[in-house]
C-alpha cells in the first residue's frame, strides 16, 4: 500500500470519505420527512373571535403554525408583501366561506402545507374556504425554483474560481502584492458573472426577468463574498480550506437553503443553519428583488458583506505573515555573522 498510496493521499482519501457520507445525510436528514413548524401565518377574523382563533392555530398538534392577529385583511396582505408571514387565514363574518391568501414565490411547497392543515379546521366547523394566491411564481419559474438555482450557480461560481486560482498559483499568495491581484480578479469576475447570470435567468429565459440592475450587483456581492471568503480558507489550510468550503457551502449550504423546502418545512437544524449560508441568504433575496419589492434583501447584503469582509481581511492577513522576509545588506555588511569567519593567518617569510 504504502509504494501506491502515500500516507498523505491516504489521508485525503479518508477526508474525501468523510465529505461524501456528510453530502448524503445532509441531503437525506434535511429531505427525508418535510414537517410543517411554526410557519408563520396572520389570521384576520371578527374581532369577538380574532383571539381565541389565533390561539387555536398556536396550540394545533406538533405547532404547524405561528399565528398571529391581523385586524383587517389589508393587514395581513402586508405582512405577506414584507415576508412577515408565508400566508394569511381571512375568516368571514358573513357567510361560511372563508379565505386562504399564500405567497406560492416564497416557496410552493409551504403554500401546499397550509392548505393541507387548513382543511380539516374547516371541515370539522362545516365551513369551507377558497384559495387565492397572492404571490403567484412567474411563468418562467416553476414552483418558485429560478431564484434557489441562480444563488446556487453564483455561490458555486465564487468557490470553483477561487479553487481554480489556487490550482494554478498556489492556495497561498506569495505576499499581499498577489493577494490584492487575486482579490481584484475575482472583484472583476463577480462583476461579469452577476451581469450573466442575470442575463439568463432574465432575457434568455423569461424566468425572474424585469429586474435586471437588481439582480446584476447582488449576484456579483454574492460571487465576491463566496470567492473570498473561499480564499481566505484555502490560504489558511490549504487543501483542507478546500473541504471546509465545500462542507459550508455546498453540504450544509445547499439542503438548507429553502429551493426545494422553505424553512419552516426543514428540520430544526436545517432551519437554523440556513439563514446564515450564502445559498440561502442568496436564495431569500432573489425571492425578495423579483416578487416583494427587495423586502429582506438588506439583512443579506449586510451578512454576505460580512463573508466579503472576513475574506479580504483574513486572505492579506495570511499573505503578509507567509511572505518571506527580506535581508537588507548595507554597503561592506558580511553575510557571514563574525562569530563564525575562519580565523586569518599570516606566515612571514
Not at 456581492?221 to 473561499?230: E, I, K, P, R, W
Request: with cysteine.
Amino acid at each position: 500500500m504504502r509504494d501506491g498510496v502515500t500516507p498523505r493521499a491516504g489521508a485525503l482519501v479518508l477526508a474525501v470519505l468523510a465529505l461524501q457520507l456528510a453530502f448524503i445525510a445532509s441531503y437525506i436528514g434535511a429531505f427525508h420527512e418535510p414537517t410543517p413548524h411554526r410557519i408563520p401565518v396572520a389570521v384576520a377574523a371578527p374581532p369577538e373571535a380574532l383571539d381565541d382563533l389565533v390561539g387555536k392555530l398556536n396550540r394545533l398538534p406538533g405547532e404547524p403554525l405561528a399565528a398571529r392577529a391581523a385586524f383587517s385583511e389589508d393587514a395581513a396582505r402586508r405582512m405577506i408583501d414584507e415576508r412577515e408571514v408565508y400566508g394569511a387565514f381571512v375568516v368571514s363574518n358573513t357567510d361560511a366561506t372563508d379565505r386562504l391568501i399564500v405567497a406560492s414565490a416564497a416557496g410552493a411547497s409551504v403554500a401546499t402545507a397550509l392548505e393541507q392543515i387548513i382543511t380539516p379546521l374547516e371541515d370539522a366547523q362545516e365551513r369551507a374556504f377558497t384559495t387565492e394566491d397572492a404571490k403567484p411564481a412567474l411563468l418562467g419559474d416553476a414552483r418558485g425554483l429560478s431564484g434557489f438555482y441562480l444563488a446556487l450557480g453564483w455561490v458555486v461560481g465564487g468557490y470553483l474560481v477561487a479553487l481554480a486560482v489556487s490550482m494554478s498559483k498556489g492556495a497561498r499568495p506569495a505576499n499581499p502584492h498577489r493577494a490584492v491581484i487575486r482579490l481584484l480578479a475575482l472583484a472583476v469576475y463577480a462583476a461579469v458573472s452577476g451581469v450573466c447570470g442575470a442575463l439568463i435567468a432574465g432575457s434568455l429565459f423569461g424566468a425572474l426577468d424585469g429586474h435586471f440592475a437588481q439582480l446584476w450587483w447582488f449576484g456579483a456581492l454574492l460571487v465576491f463574498a463566496s470567492g473570498c471568503f473561499t480564499m481566505a480558507l484555502q490560504a489558511a489550510f490549504g487543501f483542507v480550506g478546500t473541504g471546509l468550503t465545500i462542507l459550508l457551502f455546498v453540504v450544509l449550504g445547499n439542503p438548507s437553503a429553502g429551493g426545494a423546502y422553505p424553512a419552516p418545512l426543514l428540520p430544526a437544524f436545517w432551519r437554523a443553519i440556513g439563514q446564515w449560508l450564502p445559498p440561502g441568504l442568496g436564495t431569500e433575496a432573489i425571492r425578495g428583488i423579483v416578487y416583494f419589492s427587495g423586502a429582506g434583501v438588506q439583512r443579506a447584503a449586510i451578512v454576505l458583506g460580512g463573508y466579503a469582509l472576513f475574506g479580504l481581511i483574513g486572505t492579506l492577513l495570511v499573505a503578509q505573515i507567509a511572505q518571506p522576509r527580506q535581508i537588507v545588506i548595507t554597503p561592506g555588511q558580511s553575510l557571514v555573522p563574525a562569530t563564525s569567519r575562519a580565523p586569518v593567518t599570516t606566515s612571514r617569510p
